[in-house]
Nanobody
Framework: EVQFVESGGRLVQAGGSLRLSCAAH????????IGWFRQDPGKDRKVVSS????????WYADSVKGRFIVSIDNAENTVYLQMNALKPEDTAVYYC????????????????????WGKGTLVTVSS
């Protein structure tokens, strides 16, 4: 059974840092897209970043560019999201997912093409 398990979310003060982890069980990253998404209650899910186990670059949403960094440990099948200079507007449930979307992450519907999702981890940033 394939499982993606996110961890690392917690309450943090604005300006602080967190590192989220996404461990893939029963699945080996195969060069497909690996995305981090976030969702506020009552709002649409948004893509935060997208990379792949074979790509040399990562795409970041403008709202997190320069503050968030994605890294992949292929040996451990784990993806990390280092979140720095956190802001209250970063508060959300963060999800990781993998799939093979046929278009770039800034195109609407990107997440609809992800095949496997974790259950999310809550990040709360206090002001």
């Amino acid at each position: 059974e394939v499982q993606f398990v996110e961890s690392g979310g917690r309450l943090v003060q604005a300006g602080g840092s967190l590192r989220l982890s996404c461990a893939a069980h029963g699945f080996t990253f195969d060069g497909g897209a690996i995305g981090w998404f976030r969702q506020d209650p009552g709002k649409d899910r948004k893509v935060v970043s997208s990379t792949s186990s074979s790509a040399g670059t990562t795409w970041y949403a403008d709202s997190v560019k320069g503050r968030f960094i994605v890294s992949i440990d292929n040996a451990e099948n784990t993806v990390y999201l280092q979140m720095n200079a956190l802001k209250p507007e970063d508060t959300a449930v963060y999800y990781c997912a993998t799939g093979r979307p046929p278009f770039p992450p800034f195109v609407s519907g990107y997440g609809d093409h992800m095949h496997y999702w974790g259950k999310g981890t809550l990040v709360t940033v206090s002001s």
